[in-house]
Protein backbone atom coordinates (compact mmCIF):
# COMPACT_ATOMS: atom_id res chain seq x y z
CA UNK A 1 0.00 0.00 0.00
CA UNK A 2 2.98 2.56 0.51
CA UNK A 3 4.37 1.63 -2.50
CA UNK A 4 0.92 2.33 -4.44
CA UNK A 5 1.13 6.07 -2.39
CA UNK A 6 4.71 6.56 -3.55
CA UNK A 7 5.16 9.96 -5.44
CA UNK A 8 7.18 9.74 -8.88
CA UNK A 9 8.53 12.92 -10.17
CA UNK A 10 8.66 12.34 -13.29
CA UNK A 11 10.72 13.16 -16.70
CA UNK A 12 9.03 12.75 -19.87
CA UNK A 13 11.76 11.96 -22.78
CA UNK A 14 10.47 12.33 -26.37
CA UNK A 15 13.11 11.98 -29.53
CA UNK A 16 12.35 12.35 -33.77
CA UNK A 17 14.89 11.34 -36.02
CA UNK A 18 15.44 12.05 -39.43
CA UNK A 19 18.51 9.49 -40.04
CA UNK A 20 16.26 6.49 -38.37
CA UNK A 21 13.30 7.42 -41.23
CA UNK A 22 10.40 8.27 -38.81
CA UNK A 23 9.29 11.25 -40.77
CA UNK A 24 10.45 10.26 -44.35
CA UNK A 25 7.70 7.35 -44.70
CA UNK A 26 5.22 7.78 -47.42
CA UNK A 27 3.13 6.40 -44.28
CA UNK A 28 2.03 9.12 -43.18
CA UNK A 29 0.20 7.61 -40.04
CA UNK A 30 2.87 6.73 -38.75
CA UNK A 31 4.50 9.91 -39.23
CA UNK A 32 2.11 11.69 -37.25
CA UNK A 33 2.14 9.36 -34.44
CA UNK A 34 5.74 9.99 -33.94
CA UNK A 35 5.97 13.33 -34.21
CA UNK A 36 6.95 15.79 -31.37
CA UNK A 37 3.33 16.81 -30.05
CA UNK A 38 1.33 13.48 -30.67
CA UNK A 39 4.15 12.19 -28.33
CA UNK A 40 4.04 15.11 -25.60
CA UNK A 41 -0.07 14.47 -26.12
CA UNK A 42 0.09 10.41 -24.94
CA UNK A 43 2.37 10.64 -22.21
CA UNK A 44 0.25 13.65 -20.49
CA UNK A 45 -2.63 11.98 -20.79
CA UNK A 46 -1.05 8.82 -19.08
CA UNK A 47 0.29 11.25 -16.31
CA UNK A 48 -3.53 12.75 -15.72
CA UNK A 49 -4.69 9.25 -15.01
CA UNK A 50 -2.34 8.72 -12.80
CA UNK A 51 -2.01 11.43 -9.80
CA UNK A 52 1.08 9.38 -7.94
CA UNK A 53 3.45 11.23 -11.17
CA UNK A 54 3.50 14.59 -11.20
CA UNK A 55 5.89 15.70 -14.21
CA UNK A 56 9.26 17.11 -13.27
CA UNK A 57 10.38 18.47 -16.85
CA UNK A 58 9.87 17.72 -20.28
CA UNK A 59 13.29 16.50 -22.22
CA UNK A 60 13.32 16.36 -26.01
CA UNK A 61 15.69 15.97 -28.79
CA UNK A 62 13.64 16.77 -31.98
CA UNK A 63 16.19 15.63 -35.16
CA UNK A 64 18.60 13.29 -32.75
CA UNK A 65 19.31 9.39 -34.26
CA UNK A 66 18.28 6.71 -31.97
CA UNK A 67 21.78 5.38 -32.78
CA UNK A 68 23.79 6.33 -29.66
CA UNK A 69 22.84 8.38 -26.35
CA UNK A 70 25.01 11.88 -27.31
CA UNK A 71 22.09 13.64 -27.16
CA UNK A 72 21.66 16.94 -25.10
CA UNK A 73 18.54 16.75 -23.65
CA UNK A 74 19.18 13.38 -23.07
CA UNK A 75 21.99 13.92 -21.25
CA UNK A 76 20.45 16.61 -19.27
CA UNK A 77 17.81 14.36 -17.72
CA UNK A 78 20.27 11.99 -16.52
CA UNK A 79 21.95 14.40 -15.10
CA UNK A 80 18.51 15.74 -13.16
CA UNK A 81 18.38 11.71 -12.53
CA UNK A 82 21.43 11.31 -11.01
CA UNK A 83 21.18 14.68 -8.87
CA UNK A 84 18.08 13.23 -7.63
CA UNK A 85 15.44 15.14 -8.79
CA UNK A 86 13.74 12.53 -10.99
CA UNK A 87 12.95 9.00 -10.26
CA UNK A 88 10.61 7.80 -13.59
CA UNK A 89 11.30 8.24 -17.09
CA UNK A 90 7.95 7.66 -19.42
CA UNK A 91 8.59 7.02 -22.92
CA UNK A 92 6.08 6.63 -25.97
CA UNK A 93 7.93 3.38 -26.82
CA UNK A 94 11.58 1.79 -26.57
CA UNK A 95 12.43 2.75 -29.97
CA UNK A 96 11.48 6.49 -28.72
CA UNK A 97 14.58 6.05 -26.19
CA UNK A 98 17.14 4.25 -28.41
CA UNK A 99 18.01 2.27 -31.13
CA UNK A 100 20.99 0.70 -29.91
CA UNK A 101 20.26 -2.70 -28.56
CA UNK A 102 23.36 -3.19 -26.14
CA UNK A 103 22.56 0.82 -25.06
CA UNK A 104 19.13 0.28 -24.46
CA UNK A 105 19.87 -3.04 -22.37
CA UNK A 106 22.34 -1.51 -20.28
CA UNK A 107 20.10 1.57 -19.36
CA UNK A 108 17.01 -0.86 -18.55
CA UNK A 109 18.43 -3.62 -16.83
CA UNK A 110 21.51 -1.79 -15.32
CA UNK A 111 21.58 2.00 -14.84
CA UNK A 112 17.85 2.75 -14.16
CA UNK A 113 17.35 -0.15 -11.68
CA UNK A 114 21.07 0.99 -10.10
CA UNK A 115 19.92 4.54 -9.68
CA UNK A 116 16.10 3.50 -8.52
CA UNK A 117 14.44 5.17 -12.07
CA UNK A 118 11.35 3.21 -12.46
CA UNK A 119 11.06 3.12 -16.88
CA UNK A 120 7.96 3.03 -18.74
CA UNK A 121 7.63 2.53 -22.14
CA UNK A 122 3.88 2.98 -22.46
CA UNK A 123 3.35 1.68 -26.06
CA UNK A 124 5.25 -1.51 -25.59
CA UNK A 125 3.29 -2.30 -22.16
CA UNK A 126 6.50 -2.08 -20.06
CA UNK A 127 7.19 -1.10 -16.78
CA UNK A 128 9.83 -1.91 -14.65
CA UNK A 129 7.84 -2.01 -11.09
CA UNK A 130 5.76 -4.48 -12.80
CA UNK A 131 7.75 -6.31 -14.69
CA UNK A 132 7.51 -10.04 -15.24
CA UNK A 133 10.13 -12.62 -16.46
CA UNK A 134 7.86 -12.52 -19.93
CA UNK A 135 8.86 -8.90 -19.45
CA UNK A 136 12.84 -9.64 -19.33
CA UNK A 137 13.05 -11.73 -22.68
CA UNK A 138 10.61 -9.74 -24.45
CA UNK A 139 12.46 -6.42 -24.13
CA UNK A 140 15.69 -7.18 -25.41
CA UNK A 141 14.05 -8.44 -28.65
CA UNK A 142 12.67 -5.44 -29.06
CA UNK A 143 15.87 -3.59 -28.43
CA UNK A 144 17.02 -5.73 -31.47
CA UNK A 145 14.28 -5.41 -33.64
CA UNK A 146 14.65 -1.63 -33.12
CA UNK A 147 18.51 -1.73 -33.49
CA UNK A 148 17.99 -3.86 -36.53
CA UNK A 149 15.90 -1.33 -38.14
CA UNK A 150 17.84 1.32 -37.43
CA UNK A 151 20.58 -0.36 -39.33
CA UNK A 152 18.30 -0.84 -42.47
CA UNK A 153 17.78 2.41 -42.71
CA UNK A 154 21.10 3.33 -42.15
CA UNK A 155 22.01 0.93 -45.47
CA UNK A 156 19.45 2.67 -47.68
CA UNK A 157 20.51 6.02 -46.80
CA UNK A 158 23.79 5.20 -47.35
CA UNK A 159 23.23 3.41 -51.12
CA UNK A 160 20.77 6.66 -51.85
CA UNK A 161 23.42 9.08 -50.88
CA UNK A 162 26.36 7.19 -52.97
CA UNK A 163 23.69 6.78 -56.16
CA UNK A 164 23.14 10.72 -55.84
CA UNK A 165 26.61 11.75 -55.53
CA UNK A 166 27.71 8.97 -58.50
CA UNK A 167 25.21 10.95 -60.20
CA UNK A 168 26.74 14.17 -60.02
CA UNK A 169 24.06 15.58 -57.27
CA UNK A 170 25.40 18.10 -54.16
CA UNK A 171 24.09 16.39 -51.34
CA UNK A 172 25.90 18.48 -48.42
CA UNK A 173 24.01 20.66 -46.05
CA UNK A 174 26.31 24.23 -46.93
CA UNK A 175 27.12 25.13 -50.36
CA UNK A 176 30.80 25.94 -50.80
CA UNK A 177 32.05 29.25 -50.30
CA UNK A 178 31.25 30.79 -54.22
CA UNK A 179 28.05 29.05 -54.83
CA UNK A 180 24.90 28.95 -53.19
CA UNK A 181 22.21 25.88 -53.55
CA UNK A 182 19.95 26.27 -56.69
CA UNK A 183 16.73 27.15 -55.63
CA UNK A 184 14.69 25.05 -58.01
CA UNK A 185 17.31 22.30 -57.09
CA UNK A 186 18.71 21.96 -53.88
CA UNK A 187 21.13 19.08 -55.24
CA UNK A 188 22.56 21.82 -58.00
CA UNK A 189 25.10 24.51 -57.22
CA UNK A 190 24.85 27.61 -58.94
CA UNK A 191 26.93 30.40 -58.70
CA UNK A 192 27.18 33.08 -55.92
CA UNK A 193 28.16 36.16 -57.52
CA UNK A 194 29.64 38.36 -55.23
CA UNK A 195 31.69 35.29 -53.45
CA UNK A 196 32.54 33.93 -56.73
CA UNK A 197 34.14 36.89 -57.43
CA UNK A 198 36.22 36.83 -53.93
CA UNK A 199 37.53 33.00 -55.04
CA UNK A 200 38.64 34.50 -58.58
CA UNK A 201 40.48 36.97 -56.76
CA UNK A 202 42.26 34.83 -54.47
CA UNK A 203 43.10 32.23 -57.74
CA UNK A 204 44.77 35.62 -59.36
CA UNK A 205 46.86 36.55 -56.05
CA UNK A 206 47.97 33.16 -56.36
CA UNK A 207 49.39 33.11 -59.34
CA UNK A 208 50.89 36.57 -58.93
CA UNK A 209 52.83 35.29 -56.38
CA UNK A 210 50.96 35.70 -53.29
CA UNK A 211 51.18 33.34 -50.54
CA UNK A 212 48.38 31.73 -48.94
CA UNK A 213 48.79 33.59 -45.80
CA UNK A 214 49.35 37.41 -47.75
CA UNK A 215 46.29 36.79 -49.50
CA UNK A 216 44.75 36.35 -46.10
CA UNK A 217 45.86 38.93 -44.81
CA UNK A 218 44.80 41.02 -47.86
CA UNK A 219 41.42 40.32 -47.66
CA UNK A 220 41.01 40.55 -43.72
CA UNK A 221 42.71 44.20 -44.77
CA UNK A 222 39.77 45.02 -47.31
CA UNK A 223 37.12 44.21 -44.86
CA UNK A 224 35.99 40.68 -47.11
CA UNK A 225 33.96 38.43 -44.24
CA UNK A 226 35.31 34.97 -44.10
CA UNK A 227 33.36 31.96 -45.58
CA UNK A 228 31.83 31.28 -41.83
CA UNK A 229 30.73 35.14 -41.38
CA UNK A 230 29.65 35.58 -45.00
CA UNK A 231 27.32 32.44 -45.02
CA UNK A 232 25.77 33.93 -41.35
CA UNK A 233 25.43 37.13 -43.16
CA UNK A 234 23.12 35.33 -45.73
CA UNK A 235 21.16 34.03 -43.13
CA UNK A 236 22.91 30.23 -42.25
CA UNK A 237 23.52 28.65 -39.73
CA UNK A 238 26.58 27.15 -40.81
CA UNK A 239 29.06 26.38 -38.03
CA UNK A 240 32.87 25.21 -38.22
CA UNK A 241 34.72 24.10 -35.90
CA UNK A 242 38.21 26.42 -37.41
CA UNK A 243 36.68 29.23 -35.46
CA UNK A 244 38.88 30.52 -32.90
CA UNK A 245 37.68 34.26 -31.99
CA UNK A 246 34.35 35.99 -31.66
CA UNK A 247 34.03 36.92 -35.31
CA UNK A 248 36.11 34.42 -37.87
CA UNK A 249 38.73 35.69 -40.01
CA UNK A 250 40.85 34.70 -43.03
CA UNK A 251 43.73 32.42 -41.98
CA UNK A 252 45.80 30.76 -44.57
CA UNK A 253 44.04 27.43 -43.76
CA UNK A 254 41.11 29.17 -45.34
CA UNK A 255 42.65 30.34 -48.48
CA UNK A 256 44.63 27.15 -49.01
CA UNK A 257 41.52 25.13 -48.70
CA UNK A 258 39.81 27.22 -51.23
CA UNK A 259 43.13 27.43 -53.51
CA UNK A 260 43.07 23.18 -53.61
CA UNK A 261 39.29 22.39 -54.00
CA UNK A 262 38.39 21.12 -57.47
CA UNK A 263 34.97 22.48 -56.92
CA UNK A 264 35.42 25.71 -58.74
CA UNK A 265 36.40 24.02 -61.92
CA UNK A 266 32.69 22.49 -61.85
CA UNK A 267 33.70 19.39 -60.71
CA UNK A 268 32.26 17.65 -57.81
CA UNK A 269 34.57 15.60 -55.26
CA UNK A 270 32.35 13.77 -52.62
CA UNK A 271 32.33 10.86 -50.04
CA UNK A 272 36.07 11.41 -49.12
CA UNK A 273 35.21 10.33 -45.61
CA UNK A 274 32.45 7.95 -44.07
CA UNK A 275 31.82 6.50 -40.65
CA UNK A 276 32.23 2.87 -39.88
CA UNK A 277 28.39 2.07 -38.93
CA UNK A 278 25.33 3.79 -38.54
CA UNK A 279 26.05 3.83 -34.37
CA UNK A 280 28.97 5.92 -34.78
CA UNK A 281 29.19 9.60 -35.65
CA UNK A 282 33.67 9.19 -35.61
CA UNK A 283 34.70 10.16 -39.35
CA UNK A 284 36.99 7.71 -40.94
CA UNK A 285 38.78 9.56 -44.40
CA UNK A 286 39.06 7.34 -47.41
CA UNK A 287 41.46 6.78 -49.81
CA UNK A 288 41.78 9.08 -52.39
CA UNK A 289 40.51 6.20 -55.05
CA UNK A 290 37.47 5.89 -53.51
CA UNK A 291 36.05 9.37 -53.65
CA UNK A 292 33.49 9.81 -56.03
CA UNK A 293 34.74 12.36 -58.64
CA UNK A 294 32.05 13.89 -61.66
CA UNK A 295 33.24 16.55 -63.93
CA UNK A 296 30.44 19.10 -65.33
CA UNK A 297 28.20 19.30 -62.56
CA UNK A 298 27.95 22.76 -62.40
CA UNK A 299 29.32 25.92 -63.90
CA UNK A 300 33.03 26.83 -63.05
CA UNK A 301 34.45 29.46 -61.58
CA UNK A 302 37.94 28.97 -62.26
CA UNK A 303 39.68 27.38 -65.55
CA UNK A 304 40.73 24.11 -65.47
CA UNK A 305 44.05 25.08 -66.81
CA UNK A 306 44.52 28.00 -63.88
CA UNK A 307 43.41 25.70 -60.99
CA UNK A 308 46.37 23.06 -62.49
CA UNK A 309 48.91 25.83 -62.24
CA UNK A 310 47.93 26.97 -59.10
CA UNK A 311 48.29 23.55 -57.48
CA UNK A 312 51.52 23.31 -59.21
CA UNK A 313 52.46 26.42 -57.64
CA UNK A 314 51.24 25.14 -54.23
CA UNK A 315 53.75 22.54 -54.08
CA UNK A 316 56.75 24.63 -55.32
CA UNK A 317 59.13 25.77 -52.11
CA UNK A 318 58.28 29.84 -53.06
CA UNK A 319 58.56 32.34 -50.29
CA UNK A 320 58.67 35.95 -50.10
CA UNK A 321 60.94 38.43 -48.70
CA UNK A 322 60.12 40.06 -45.41
CA UNK A 323 59.45 43.38 -46.65
CA UNK A 324 57.22 42.30 -49.46
CA UNK A 325 54.07 40.13 -49.66
CA UNK A 326 54.70 38.49 -53.00
CA UNK A 327 57.43 36.70 -54.64
CA UNK A 328 59.58 38.03 -57.41
CA UNK A 329 58.46 36.62 -61.12
CA UNK A 330 60.84 34.43 -61.15
CA UNK A 331 60.70 33.10 -57.96
CA UNK A 332 60.97 28.79 -58.31
CA UNK A 333 61.25 29.08 -61.84
CA UNK A 334 65.10 30.05 -62.04
CA UNK A 335 68.07 27.37 -62.30
CA UNK A 336 71.86 26.58 -62.77
CA UNK A 337 71.87 25.34 -67.13
CA UNK A 338 74.72 23.25 -65.58
CA UNK A 339 74.60 21.39 -62.20
CA UNK A 340 70.90 22.23 -61.94
CA UNK A 341 70.55 24.19 -58.58
CA UNK A 342 68.32 26.72 -57.63
CA UNK A 343 69.33 30.43 -58.58
CA UNK A 344 69.66 32.89 -55.90
CA UNK A 345 68.73 36.54 -56.42
CA UNK A 346 71.18 38.47 -55.11
CA UNK A 347 71.26 42.57 -54.24
CA UNK A 348 74.44 45.10 -53.99
CA UNK A 349 74.61 48.73 -53.39
CA UNK A 350 77.15 50.71 -54.54
CA UNK A 351 76.15 54.28 -52.85
CA UNK A 352 72.72 55.26 -54.43
CA UNK A 353 72.89 52.69 -57.09
CA UNK A 354 70.71 49.45 -56.72
CA UNK A 355 72.01 45.95 -58.22
CA UNK A 356 69.90 43.16 -58.79
CA UNK A 357 71.31 40.00 -59.83
CA UNK A 358 71.23 35.92 -59.95
CA UNK A 359 74.08 33.69 -59.17
CA UNK A 360 73.92 29.55 -58.96
CA UNK A 361 73.22 28.46 -55.52
CA UNK A 362 74.95 26.18 -55.03
CA UNK A 363 78.15 27.85 -55.86
CA UNK A 364 76.99 30.51 -53.14
CA UNK A 365 76.95 27.53 -50.88
CA UNK A 366 80.53 25.94 -52.15
CA UNK A 367 82.26 27.57 -54.65
CA UNK A 368 84.18 24.78 -55.37
CA UNK A 369 80.73 22.90 -56.72
CA UNK A 370 79.88 25.24 -59.65
CA UNK A 371 81.15 28.34 -61.11
CA UNK A 372 78.44 31.88 -60.65
CA UNK A 373 76.52 31.27 -63.82
CA UNK A 374 75.85 35.56 -62.88
CA UNK A 375 73.61 37.61 -64.35
CA UNK A 376 72.27 40.94 -63.88
CA UNK A 377 68.27 41.38 -63.30
CA UNK A 378 67.66 43.96 -65.84
CA UNK A 379 69.56 42.11 -68.90
CA UNK A 380 67.91 38.55 -67.34
CA UNK A 381 64.47 40.70 -68.27
CA UNK A 382 65.33 41.87 -71.58
CA UNK A 383 66.59 38.37 -72.73
CA UNK A 384 63.59 36.46 -71.16
CA UNK A 385 60.76 39.39 -72.29
CA UNK A 386 62.24 39.07 -76.00
CA UNK A 387 62.37 35.19 -75.93
CA UNK A 388 58.31 35.50 -74.51
CA UNK A 389 57.52 37.87 -76.83
CA UNK A 390 59.20 35.75 -80.16
CA UNK A 391 57.51 32.54 -78.85
CA UNK A 392 53.73 34.12 -78.53
CA UNK A 393 54.55 35.63 -82.04
CA UNK A 394 54.82 32.21 -83.28
CA UNK A 395 52.08 30.98 -81.42
CA UNK A 396 49.72 33.32 -82.79
CA UNK A 397 51.23 32.40 -86.00
CA UNK A 398 50.27 28.76 -85.12
CA UNK A 399 46.94 29.81 -84.49
CA UNK A 400 45.89 31.77 -87.39
CA UNK A 401 46.84 28.81 -89.58
CA UNK A 402 44.76 26.69 -87.75
CA UNK A 403 41.80 28.38 -87.73
CA UNK A 404 42.31 27.75 -91.80
CA UNK A 405 41.98 24.73 -91.41
CA UNK A 406 38.78 22.57 -90.06
CA UNK A 407 37.53 24.39 -86.64
CA UNK A 408 39.51 22.55 -83.65
CA UNK A 409 40.90 19.60 -85.76
CA UNK A 410 44.09 19.66 -84.23
CA UNK A 411 42.46 19.66 -80.59
CA UNK A 412 40.53 16.34 -81.61
CA UNK A 413 43.42 14.81 -83.21
CA UNK A 414 45.49 15.09 -79.96
CA UNK A 415 42.64 13.84 -78.05
CA UNK A 416 42.42 10.62 -79.65
CA UNK A 417 46.44 10.56 -79.50
CA UNK A 418 46.02 10.79 -75.48
CA UNK A 419 43.44 8.65 -75.22
CA UNK A 420 45.65 5.95 -77.32
CA UNK A 421 48.55 6.76 -74.92
CA UNK A 422 46.29 6.47 -72.06
CA UNK A 423 44.82 3.03 -72.90
CA UNK A 424 48.90 1.42 -73.74
CA UNK A 425 49.57 2.69 -69.96
CA UNK A 426 46.60 0.83 -68.57
CA UNK A 427 47.73 -2.19 -70.47
CA UNK A 428 50.83 -1.93 -69.09
CA UNK A 429 49.44 -1.77 -65.83
CA UNK A 430 47.04 -4.44 -66.56
CA UNK A 431 49.92 -6.44 -67.53
CA UNK A 432 52.38 -6.18 -64.62
CA UNK A 433 49.70 -6.72 -62.03
CA UNK A 434 49.43 -10.18 -63.38
CA UNK A 435 53.03 -10.51 -63.22
CA UNK A 436 52.85 -9.14 -59.43
CA UNK A 437 50.24 -11.20 -59.03
CA UNK A 438 52.25 -14.11 -60.54
CA UNK A 439 55.53 -14.03 -58.57
CA UNK A 440 53.04 -14.53 -55.57
CA UNK A 441 52.62 -17.85 -57.13
CA UNK A 442 55.81 -18.72 -57.52
CA UNK A 443 57.19 -17.67 -54.31
CA UNK A 444 54.45 -19.83 -52.83
CA UNK A 445 55.77 -22.79 -55.41
CA UNK A 446 59.39 -22.32 -54.33
CA UNK A 447 60.25 -21.14 -58.13
CA UNK A 448 61.32 -17.77 -56.23
CA UNK A 449 63.09 -17.33 -53.18
CA UNK A 450 62.16 -14.04 -50.80
CA UNK A 451 65.06 -11.95 -51.93
CA UNK A 452 64.14 -12.16 -55.66
CA UNK A 453 60.23 -11.70 -54.97
CA UNK A 454 61.29 -9.02 -53.11
CA UNK A 455 63.02 -7.50 -55.97
CA UNK A 456 60.39 -8.32 -58.64
CA UNK A 457 57.86 -7.29 -56.83
CA UNK A 458 59.53 -3.46 -56.19
CA UNK A 459 60.47 -3.45 -59.72
CA UNK A 460 56.71 -4.25 -61.21
CA UNK A 461 55.44 -1.84 -58.63
CA UNK A 462 57.71 0.72 -59.96
CA UNK A 463 56.42 0.39 -63.22
CA UNK A 464 52.63 0.83 -61.87
CA UNK A 465 53.50 3.81 -60.51
CA UNK A 466 55.41 5.22 -63.31
CA UNK A 467 52.40 4.68 -65.30
CA UNK A 468 49.99 5.70 -62.98
CA UNK A 469 52.31 8.98 -63.17
CA UNK A 470 51.94 9.43 -67.10
CA UNK A 471 48.42 8.94 -67.09
CA UNK A 472 47.86 11.43 -64.66
CA UNK A 473 50.19 13.84 -67.07
CA UNK A 474 48.33 12.80 -70.07
CA UNK A 475 44.75 13.49 -68.49
CA UNK A 476 46.17 17.32 -67.22
CA UNK A 477 47.36 18.07 -70.94
CA UNK A 478 43.56 16.37 -71.70
CA UNK A 479 41.88 19.24 -69.28
CA UNK A 480 43.84 21.96 -71.24
CA UNK A 481 43.01 20.66 -74.35
CA UNK A 482 39.23 20.02 -73.54
CA UNK A 483 38.86 23.42 -71.49
CA UNK A 484 39.71 24.82 -74.85
CA UNK A 485 37.14 22.45 -77.04
CA UNK A 486 34.27 23.80 -74.42
CA UNK A 487 34.90 27.40 -75.16
CA UNK A 488 34.96 26.55 -79.17
CA UNK A 489 38.60 28.33 -79.48
CA UNK A 490 41.81 26.64 -79.82
CA UNK A 491 44.40 26.10 -76.82
CA UNK A 492 46.85 28.51 -78.86
CA UNK A 493 44.16 30.92 -77.90
CA UNK A 494 45.36 31.65 -74.36
CA UNK A 495 48.61 33.28 -76.17
CA UNK A 496 46.14 36.43 -77.16
CA UNK A 497 46.63 37.45 -73.51
CA UNK A 498 49.66 38.35 -73.54
CA UNK A 499 49.62 38.89 -77.37
CA UNK A 500 51.60 43.06 -76.66
CA UNK A 501 53.15 42.20 -73.03
CA UNK A 502 55.90 44.77 -72.85
CA UNK A 503 57.06 43.91 -69.04
CA UNK A 504 57.77 40.64 -66.95
CA UNK A 505 55.16 39.89 -64.39
CA UNK A 506 55.19 37.21 -61.83
CA UNK A 507 51.61 35.55 -63.80
CA UNK A 508 53.42 35.96 -67.35
CA UNK A 509 56.16 33.83 -65.95
CA UNK A 510 54.02 30.95 -64.04
CA UNK A 511 51.64 30.60 -66.88
CA UNK A 512 53.85 30.45 -69.78
CA UNK A 513 57.69 29.27 -68.42
CA UNK A 514 58.32 25.98 -67.03
CA UNK A 515 62.24 27.12 -66.06
CA UNK A 516 65.23 29.48 -67.40
CA UNK A 517 68.56 28.03 -67.31
CA UNK A 518 71.41 30.09 -66.78
CA UNK A 519 74.69 29.47 -68.30
CA UNK A 520 78.23 31.35 -68.56
CA UNK A 521 78.27 34.61 -69.73
CA UNK A 522 75.07 35.40 -69.10
CA UNK A 523 73.51 33.21 -71.73
CA UNK A 524 70.25 31.81 -70.56
CA UNK A 525 67.89 29.22 -72.18
CA UNK A 526 63.74 29.46 -71.72
CA UNK A 527 61.87 26.09 -71.50
CA UNK A 528 58.47 27.09 -72.00
CA UNK A 529 55.81 24.85 -70.22
CA UNK A 530 53.77 23.43 -73.76
CA UNK A 531 56.64 22.72 -75.88
CA UNK A 532 55.51 19.49 -75.99
CA UNK A 533 51.92 20.79 -77.03
CA UNK A 534 53.96 23.18 -79.94
CA UNK A 535 55.98 20.09 -81.12
CA UNK A 536 52.78 18.52 -81.62
CA UNK A 537 50.98 21.39 -83.39
CA UNK A 538 53.83 21.93 -85.98
CA UNK A 539 53.99 18.56 -86.63
CA UNK A 540 50.37 18.07 -87.21
CA UNK A 541 50.54 21.43 -89.36
CA UNK A 542 53.23 19.79 -91.87
CA UNK A 543 51.29 16.88 -91.92
CA UNK A 544 48.48 19.35 -93.05
CA UNK A 545 50.32 20.75 -95.91
CA UNK A 546 51.37 17.08 -97.51
CA UNK A 547 47.70 16.35 -97.51
CA UNK A 548 46.71 20.25 -99.32
CA UNK A 549 49.47 18.79 -101.55
CA UNK A 550 48.26 15.47 -102.57
CA UNK A 551 44.77 17.18 -103.38
CA UNK A 552 46.47 19.86 -105.60
CA UNK A 553 48.16 16.57 -107.04
CA UNK A 554 44.85 14.65 -107.92
CA UNK A 555 42.84 17.86 -108.23
CA UNK A 556 44.81 20.20 -110.76
CA UNK A 557 43.42 23.66 -111.25
CA UNK A 558 41.66 23.72 -114.66
CA UNK A 559 42.01 26.99 -116.95
CA UNK A 560 39.08 28.17 -117.93
CA UNK A 561 39.21 29.01 -122.27
Known amino acids: MQDAMQLYRVAIYLRLSKDDGDISFSDTKKSESNSIHNQRELLMSFLKQHPEMELYDEYKDDGWTGTNFERPDFLRMMDDVRAGHVNCVLVKDLSRFGRDYIECGKYIEKIFPQLGIRFIALNDGFDTKSSSSTDSIVIPFKNLINDSYSRDISIKVRSNLEVKRRQGEFISNFA??????????KNHLVIDDYAA???????????????????????NQLGVLSPMEYKKSQGSKYKSRFKTSTQAKWSHVAVRRILQNEVYTGTLVQGKRTTPNHKTKKFVYKDQNDWVRVEGTHEAIISRPQ??????????????????????PYCGRIFCGDCGAPSVRKTATCGEKRYVYYVCGANKADSHVCSKHSIREEALDSAVLVTIQRQIE????????????????????ELRKIDANIEVQNQLIQKNNDLRLGIYEDLQSGILSREEFMTLKEEFSARIAAAKLVIEQLNSSKSEIQHGLSRQQSWLSQFREYENVTTITRRLIVSLVERINLYENSEIEVVFRQRD?????????????????KKIQVFPKLEVV
Open 176 to 185: VYGYQKDAEN
Open 307 to 328: FDLVQQLLQEDTRASAEKSAVH
Open 533 to 549: QFSHIMEFLESQKEVDA
Open 394 to 413: VALDMDRALSQIEALTWEKA
Open 197 to 219: GIVRDIFKWAIEGLSPGSIASRL
